[in-house]
């Protein structure tokens, strides 16, 4: 069993700069494929990014955002710059060791999800 717990979600304004973290439990963090899904109101969830031993990211987010985990404090980090409105979401933190990254898919372990809001 796995939990995930996220933080560092807030309001900014477009342009500036978020880092999200996401903290499991468990002794076995190394062994799991990390990934950022975001749901904005009325939309379905969406991938972001994820992370094994190399990251894969949303196009929509590439060149802006940066996933990165450090095992030793089981956490995965997303650093979010260039903030822009359409970026204001809900992003989960997700754990899983038979995924497919890029989908929902395979992730068994979710966080609760912390809000981003992006002002124009």
């Known amino acids: 069993q796995v939990q995930l717990v996220e933080s560092g979600g807030g309001l900014v304004q477009a342009g500036e700069s978020l880092r999200l973290s996401c903290a499991a439990s468990?002794?076995?963090?190394?062994?799991?494929?990390m990934g950022w899904f975001r749901q904005a109101p009325g939309k379905e969830r969406e991938f972001v990014a994820a992370?094994?031993?190399?990251?894969y990211y949303a196009d929509s987010v590439k060149g802006r955002f940066t996933i990165s985990r450090d095992n030793g404090k089981n956490t995965v980090y997303l650093q979010m710059n260039s903030l822009k409105p359409e970026d204001t979401a809900v992003y989960y933190c997700?754990?899983?060791?038979?995924?497919?990254?890029?989908?929902?898919?395979?992730?068994?372990?979710w966080g609760q999800g912390t809000q981003v809001t992006v002002s124009s």
């Open positions: 992370i094994t031993k190399i990251t």
């Open positions: 997700a754990a899983g060791r038979a995924v497919t990254p890029s989908t929902p898919v395979g992730y068994d372990y």
């Open positions: 468990g002794r076995t963090f190394s062994s799991y494929v």
